[in-house]
């Protein structure tokens, strides 16, 4: 959730600065803009990984069983005066 809510302060902030120091006011010229702003920002927070291979691992379960294993499950029961 971190990254996220970062990278939506980012574009809500600093890209919002930055297209309006360059004196951009339309979407044409926002989308010429982007590439280098993009460039710049991943020159400068991207991060190189650990280790250089992919380590991810193919999903050996049918989708149907990855409802149940992506999920927590409690039995509650609700009181006469409808609390849990």
Do not use: W
Request: proline content about 6%; aromatic content about 8%.
């Amino acid at each position: 959730k971190g990254r996220v809510e970062r990278m939506n302060r980012t574009l809500q902030d600093r890209l919002v600065k930055e297209l309006r120091l360059a004196g951009i006011d339309d979407m044409e010229a926002g989308n010429r803009f982007l590439p280098g702003f993009i460039e710049h920002y991943n020159a400068r927070f991207a991060i190189v990984p650990a280790r250089p291979d992919d380590l991810h691992r193919p999903l050996n379960l049918a989708p149907d069983r990855l409802r149940d294993v992506l999920c927590k499950r409690e039995q509650r029961y609700v009181g006469s005066q409808l609390t849990f």
